[in-house]
């Protein structure tokens, strides 16, 4: 299994410009999440699904939209990058297993928005 | 939502010296989470706590969760350099996503 993968690894965007960060994982998760995380800080929450077709918003979801088509994928577009969104963008997958959620981390994609 | 305060921010050893990170909330928590991330990778998950006292090892490294189930730690024993990164808590998980703490850098100088 690869896990979760993402892409691009690195990527530099003007202001105003657009991207979608792409994300997907093999291990048949229900859960897939997306997270921020800014420099020496923790982990935000931005959007998140718990499966194919349905998605929700986390704790900072403006200026991100997201899509579940498949339960394999789950990218997130950013629409007029701005610099406030400069950060390290990590997905993740879950499934429960005996009341546990780990959750299994993509190796992130760190944008840079000037 | 659930938060989580994490103490301290930044934790300077000696190779060999013990650690333990604090994680508090003011609410009670359903469960708490550990993930360590390395300089320049990814959260890898540790453990999970449920329940209330709980207390679980993992070779050097020791995990409680409190009576009341708001606050938890970290204990590591002996640390290596290989034990450089920084240490989360998170609350949560399953379908809402996992709120995290701003977690401990660990920095072990030799």
């Known amino acids: 299994n690869a896990g979760v993968t993402q892409t691009p690894k690195f990527r530099i965007l003007k202001i105003g410009q657009s991207m979608t960060l792409q994300c997907a994982q093999d291990m048949n998760h229900n859960y897939m999440y997306w997270y921020r995380q800014d420099p020496g800080m923790g982990l935000k929450l931005i959007y998140y699904?718990?499966?194919?077709?349905?998605?929700d918003k986390g704790e900072v979801p403006n200026g991100y939209n997201v899509s579940r088509s498949t339960t394999e994928d789950f990218p997130l577009r950013l629409e007029l990058a701005a610099p406030s969104q400069t950060s390290v963008y990590f997905c993740?997958?879950?499934?429960?297993?005996?009341?546990?959620?780990?959750?299994?981390f993509g190796p992130g994609t760190r944008l840079t928005v000037t | 939502g659930q938060q989580v305060m994490q103490i301290p921010q930044y934790q300077h050893v000696q190779e060999g010296e013990d650690f333990t990170t604090y994680c508090n909330s003011s609410t009670t928590l359903s469960n708490i989470q550990w993930y360590k991330q390395r300089p320049g990778g990814h959260p890898v998950f540790l453990i999970q706590l449920v329940k209330s006292g709980e207390v679980k090892k993992q070779k050097r490294l020791t995990f409680q969760f409190g009576e009341a189930k708001k606050n938890s730690s970290l204990h590591i024993t002996a640390t290596q350099t290989t034990d450089v990164g920084t240490y989360f808590c998170a609350a949560g998980g399953g379908a809402d996503g996992l709120t995290f703490g701003k977690g401990t850098h660990l920095i072990i100088q030799p």
């Open positions: 699904s718990v499966g194919a077709g349905i998605t």
């Open positions: 993740a997958s879950s499934y429960q297993t005996g009341g546990t959620y780990e959750q299994y």
